[in-house]
């Protein structure tokens, strides 16, 4: 073996080893990040009230569902709650599409020529096929018209990512995924970090964007944004 091959060799065993050695930090920064979730997010509930004060007692129920926040066992179970969302939270209503005019004029240029057909020749008989493939075979997302039509009456956080802090929470809500548009926005991008005792969120931002991809304001937890962490009583009989 000559010296060239000698440092070829040399050279590719020093790129297997550095590329084994990234997949073991990746793994254990995935590790670590799946044990922050565990022990400061999972199973989680967080209400929206009206107070940076902590609320106690039953009243503290009735929060649920109104927005509030729900982490699941894995980062890919979170989402907020709108099932009692009051109605006046709708969405945008429906615009119609370059494309839904044309049609719209299509078919009403149709119709106007199936009229002169038949004011042409009114003795003979005139078939006319309708053919609704397109339409049938179109997957046309569900029209949701208030925040309680979703699926669930919840909408799930994406690219969800925790850390570098322990507490640190990023996670997206991209309404385009429902076809739906809430005050000209299509997404709402959380960033936020429990509170040291985990009972409030007041440090962060829900930032929104617009069609375009950018940023068009934000709410800052702690002053728009009121949450407190809701646990459940749990009642005891004695005997």
């Known amino acids: 073996?000559?010296?060239?091959?000698?440092?070829?060799?040399?050279?590719?065993?020093?790129?297997?080893?550095?590329?084994?050695?990234?997949?073991?930090?990746?793994?254990?920064?995935?590790?670590?990040?799946?044990?922050?979730?565990?022990?400061?997010?999972?199973?989680?509930?967080y209400v929206q009230t009206c107070s940076n004060e902590y609320i106690?007692?039953?009243?503290?129920?009735?929060?649920v569902g109104i927005a509030s926040y729900h982490f699941g066992d894995h980062k890919d179970e979170c989402f907020i709650s709108y099932e009692k969302a009051p109605d006046t939270w709708?969405?945008?209503?429906?615009?119609?599409?370059?494309?839904?005019?044309?049609?719209?004029?299509?078919?009403?240029?149709?119709v106007e020529e199936l009229d002169v057909v038949l004011d042409a020749e009114p003795v003979a008989e005139v078939q006319v096929d309708t053919v609704l493939e397109d339409e049938e075979n179109a997957e046309e997302l569900p029209v949701y018209e208030k925040f309680s039509d979703l699926p669930g009456k919840r909408k799930f956080f994406t690219n969800v990512k925790i850390g570098p802090n322990p507490k640190e929470f990023?996670?997206?809500i991209d309404w385009q995924l429902d076809g739906v548009t809430v005050g000209k926005t299509t997404k709402w991008v959380?960033?936020?970090i429990l509170d040291d005792d985990f009972a409030h969120i007041t440090n962060g931002k829900c930032f929104m964007y617009n069609t375009h991809d950018c940023p068009v304001g934000a709410h800052d937890f702690g002053v728009q944004l009121k949450y407190q962490i809701y646990i459940k009583e749990c009642f005891t009989h004695a005997g």
């Open 1 to 45: 073996m000559n010296l060239n091959n000698t440092l070829e060799t040399l050279q590719l065993d020093s790129s297997d080893s550095d590329d084994s050695e990234n997949q073991l930090l990746k793994s254990k920064n995935q590790q670590l990040l799946e044990q922050y979730f565990y022990r400061n997010f999972s199973r989680k509930t």
């Open 56 to 63: 106690t007692g039953p009243q503290l129920k009735q929060f």
């Open 90 to 110: 709708k969405f945008d209503p429906k615009e119609p599409t370059e494309d839904d005019v044309e049609e719209d004029n299509a078919e009403e240029n149709n």
């Open 170 to 172: 990023y996670g997206e």
């Open 190 to 192: 959380y960033h936020f």
